[in-house]
Nanobody, 126 residues
Framework: HVQLVESGGGSVQAGGSLRLSCEASDNFRATMCMGWFRQAPGKEREGVAIIYGDGVKIYYVDSVKGRFTISRDNAKNTLYLQMNSLKREDTAMYYC????????????????????WGQGTQVTVS
């Protein structure tokens, strides 16, 4: 089955940028729905952005629209999240997730659709 490993987290000042990466193991397929979720202390895990195929479908949570960009390189089995204009409220553990199906608004809103998760990478904005 697919395994996911995130990297790229760190500490940054407000207004700064970070780029997260998520490398998938074998069995990665372009037809998978992949996404980034985040969880801040004391809060529920929320969807940040999801992508299907080469970007034919992309969805963002309202709070990151215009600041974050999700992309994927299917040849490298890698998912990315470019985060610009970071705010303190973006501080959270960021997780990469995947499921073998389509992407839609429902998948952005509910983690239950995603059976495969990475271990997470911490993003701290001060």
């Amino acid at each position: 089955h697919v395994q996911l490993v995130e990297s790229g987290g760190g500490s940054v000042q407000a207004g700064g940028s970070l780029r997260l990466s998520c490398e998938a193991s074998d069995n990665f397929r372009a037809t998978m729905c992949m996404g980034w979720f985040r969880q801040a202390p004391g809060k529920e895990r929320e969807g940040v952005a999801i992508i299907y195929g080469d970007g034919v479908k992309i969805y963002y949570v309202d709070s990151v629209k215009g600041r974050f960009t999700i992309s994927r390189d299917n040849a490298k089995n890698t998912l990315y999240l470019q985060m610009n204009s970071l705010k303190r409220e973006d501080t959270a553990m960021y997780y990469c997730a995947a499921h073998f199906g389509d992407c839609g608004e429902n998948e952005l809103r509910d983690t239950v659709f995603f059976p495969v998760w990475g271990q997470g990478t911490q993003v701290t904005v001060s």
